[in-house]
């Protein structure tokens, strides 16, 4: 039995999740596997009303569950930022969500390349480090003192700034880190992934010719733990990148990316893979709670409407299993994907006429029809 923390969070996450979970009831009904879902209301309704975003009694419950199955944060009547940072980056800071998995194989028939050419990417993308760590702020008149501070699982970093300009203007930072220690453990999970997929080589991204302090630490790290594994790798500066993904996706199959680099590059493989409709994402931590869900945001204009594709969010139910151990069942949630699909049962965004309901449908009876 798994235990599974439901967040359907905001906007058309209900939706979305909604039928994520008919697929996994479907695999209970068919197959030898059992889930205890318990759905927590944490969300923006929530914080409009008690001003409360992720609190400790939250963390707390979530202690007890395997792993966090997660709609959608956001919500247009909230300043950008809050919820997100306070409910979404909060949720992978807290229970030390290392590592973000971005699955990018092309689903055909709906690749935005002109050329036609076949790929499958797995993008790891370090998730609690870089410049996604939350220290920053601004000093007034050209001078002040900043206290920072970042809190992980690994270690208490307090880090003082102190400001003196020789010009009475305002002045904004926002501090990139990154830890010896987390690049570590970030590039074993990594390097031990490419090799249960039978790949040799790994890709990995930076910007070390101009942020050579952060990402030459980076190089460093991952040169020692690729030769200690006999994993062959090479290094791509991330506007190359970026190009190369659009130009040449087939040439790569696993890529390491720091923090915010892998946010800005995989939803760019979303778009080239067939959209954000298509789009899960794995918040990873190898020995302690995962949470899963799907790329796209809230789209709080689509609520209720019964339209948006939750084909991501069943990926993200697929990504769940395969975290759980049971990879055998999430290719059986991928084939039932590809097959509704192969029937041309398609949501708007794909070009088709399906609702919400009406695509998750589908996929369920495809996952019926394979036992």
Not at 156 to 169: C, F, P, S, Y
Not at 236 to 255: G, H, Q
Not at 295 to 320: Q, W
């Amino acid at each position: 039995m798994h235990k599974v923390a439901v967040l359907p969070g905001d906007g058309i996450g209900p939706e979305v999740v909604r039928e994520g979970m008919k697929v996994l009831n479907a695999l209970e009904e068919n197959y030898s596997v059992k889930f205890d879902f318990t759905e927590m209301n944490i969300d923006a309704e929530r914080y409009l009303k008690t001003g409360k975003l992720l609190t400790a009694e939250d963390v707390d419950a979530l202690k007890k569950f395997d792993v966090i199955f997660l709609g959608a944060i956001g919500d247009d009547r909230v300043a950008p930022g809050v919820l997100e940072k306070g409910i979404l980056l909060s949720l992978r800071f807290t229970f030390d969500q290392y590592i973000n998995h971005r699955p990018a194989p092309l689903w055909k028939p709906f690749g935005r390349l002109k050329r036609d050419v076949d790929f499958n990417i797995d993008v790891f993308r370090e998730n609690t480090e870089d410049y996604y760590i939350g220290a920053g702020g601004r000093v007034n008149n050209g001078s002040g003192k900043l206290d920072l501070r970042v809190k992980r699982n690994l270690y208490d970093l307090k880090v003082q700034l102190q400001a003196e300009a020789d010009t009475k203007t305002d002045f904004a930072f926002e501090i990139g880190m990154m830890s010896r220690k987390n690049i570590e453990r970030f590039a074993d999970f990594t390097i031990s992934y490419a090799k249960l997929i039978g790949e040799k080589y790994v890709t990995i991204v930076d910007k070390a010719n101009v942020c050579s302090n952060i990402y030459g630490l980076w190089r460093e790290v991952w040169t020692e733990k690729c030769k200690q594994s006999n994993m062959e790798f090479g290094f791509m500066f991330v506007d190359a990148m970026s190009m190369a993904l659009v130009k040449n996706p087939d040439k790569f199959r696993v890529v390491a990316t720091p923090n915010m680099f892998g946010d800005i590059l995989t939803d760019l493989l979303a778009e080239v893979t067939g959209g954000l409709g298509l789009a899960p994402g794995g918040n990873i931590n190898p020995n302690g709670i995962s949470m899963f869900e799907p790329v796209h945001g809230s789209a709080p204009k689509y609520k209720g409407m019964n339209t948006i594709n939750p084909i991501a969010t069943i990926l993200a139910a697929k990504m769940m299993l395969d975290n759980l151990g049971h990879r055998d069942l999430g290719q059986i949630v991928h084939d039932g994907v590809r097959k509704a699909l192969d029937q041309h049962v398609y949501t708007r965004d794909l070009g088709g006429k399906a609702t919400t309901s009406e695509m998750g449908d589908a996929v369920v009876k495809a996952i019926r029809a394979m036992k």
